[in-house]
């Protein structure tokens, strides 16, 4: 408000108004883009939070179930341990009872070992008695086996003339063998490539059969297409029909609304002839109301010094002698009463003797009231109402 107040002009102050709205406006779009940026950001520190929360209660089992497979683990630990314990008595114990039982097998051992070694001198005697029957048995062994030598070499040599025998014969099996692969295998080309020639004539006629109900199917859609493409182009027809009448009130519409635009681009021109007059105008008589302003502030001066001295007058008049009688009746003929005599003399004191500036009264004010009837009490007049 005090800044308007600083403004002389409604239009500043207007002006500045509107520039306070604007510079206000982008303020409010700058603080809702911000406003909605963090709403964003809340949203999504609200979704980390949320996640964290989750991750937070995922940790806070984790940690749980970990508590509880740790006091597992020290419980099957004590048990280990009890048990290891239990075990190593036990072991301790059966050392025990082995090392016994050991020394007690050592013992039976060495009086076994006592017994054996006397069984042994009598399984040394035995056996050299049964390596002279051994050695008799290989003499005879040796003699058996020359004469087997002798028989199998005779048996390898018949052996011999029967594989030459079997190997020409195999020979001649095998020849005859050749011929009928051969006599085979060209029959079976010949099989083969008459099938591969069936196969071919098979699929050329099933290619063509499809090549058929493929030309049919074409044809089928030939014509159906061209059906349509008649009936199309039928519609086609019409439409263009349709829209040739369109464009003609279209243009027409634009004929009328350009003369419309001319009309009023000429009243556009008119208004701002006569708005530029009308501001011409505006600002002559706002001068003229300025100037007019300060008259009224110089003549509310002047009235106000008058009646002060008029006042004066009419004291020191009623203080000092009074004026002849025969003053009055001249004062009522010519109707001057005392104050317009007053103001008469101070008026010519004025003009003789000092200078008074007074400014050029306009024609506005040529049928107003001259301050000389008014009364020693001061009025102020609104100037802004003025």
């Known amino acids: 408000m005090q800044a308007l107040n600083s403004l002389a002009t409604p239009e500043e102050k207007l002006a500045a108004l509107c520039k306070k709205y604007a510079d206000l406006l ?4 700058c603080m809702q883009k911000r406003l909605k940026t963090l709403q964003k950001k809340q949203s999504q520190i609200v979704k980390e939070k949320i996640h964290l929360q989750g991750e937070h209660s995922k940790a806070i089992l984790a940690r749980s179930k970990l508590e509880s497979l740790c006091r597992e683990l020290q419980r099957h630990n004590k048990t280990l341990k009890e048990e290891n314990a239990q075990r190593s008595r036990e072991y301790e114990e059966q050392r025990k009872e082995v090392m016994l039982h050991f020394q007690m097998t050592l013992s039976d ?7 054996h070694s006397s069984r042994n001198t ?3 005697q035995e056996n050299m008695e049964l390596a002279e029957k ?3 048995l290989i003499e005879q062994y040796e003699l058996r086996e020359e004469h087997i030598d002798k028989v199998f070499k ?5 052996q011999q003339l029967m594989d030459a025998k079997l190997q020409r014969i195999t020979e001649m099996m095998k020849e005859v063998e050749d011929k009928q692969q051969r006599e085979g295998d060209l029959l079976l080309k010949e099989a083969l490539a008459s099938r591969h020639k069936c196969e071919l004539m098979k699929e050329q006629e099933l290619q063509l059969k499809q090549q058929l109900s493929l030309y049919m199917d074409k044809f089928e ?6 059906a349509k493409s008649n009936d199309v182009f039928t519609t086609f027809r019409q439409e263009m029909d349709k829209m040739t009448n369109k464009i003609k009130k279209l243009e027409k519409e634009t004929t009328q609304w350009r003369t ?3 009309s009023n681009n000429q009243a556009l021109l008119q208004m701002a002839e006569e708005k530029t007059l009308s501001d011409g105008h505006f600002k002559a008589l706002h001068g003229k109301l300025e100037l007019l302003e300060r008259l009224c502030r110089a003549l509310q ?4 010094d008058l009646n002060n001295r008029l006042c004066l007058l009419q004291e020191q008049g009623n203080e000092g002698s009074l004026a002849p009688a025969e003053a009055l009746p001249t004062a009522l003929l010519t109707g001057e009463d005392d104050v317009q005599v007053g103001e008469k003399k101070e008026n010519e004191q004025l003009t003789q003797g000092k200078d008074v500036h007074e400014a050029p009264r306009p024609p506005e004010f040529e049928g107003t009231p001259s301050p000389q009837t008014t009364s020693c009490r001061p009025v102020d007049v609104d100037t802004q109402h003025v």
Not at 109 to 115: A, G, R, T
Not at 154 to 158: A, G, I, N, V, W
Not at 221 to 226: I, V
């Open 154 to 158: 005779h048996k390898e040599l018949q």
């Open 26 to 29: 982008e303020e409010s779009r």
């Open 122 to 124: 009598k399984l040394r």
């Open 260 to 262: 419309k635009w001319e």
């Open 221 to 226: 859609e030939f014509q159906s297409t061209l």
């Open 134 to 136: 051994l050695k008799k």
């Open 301 to 304: 001066k002047e009235r106000n």
């Open 109 to 115: 051992i060495e009086v076994q070992m006592e017994q």
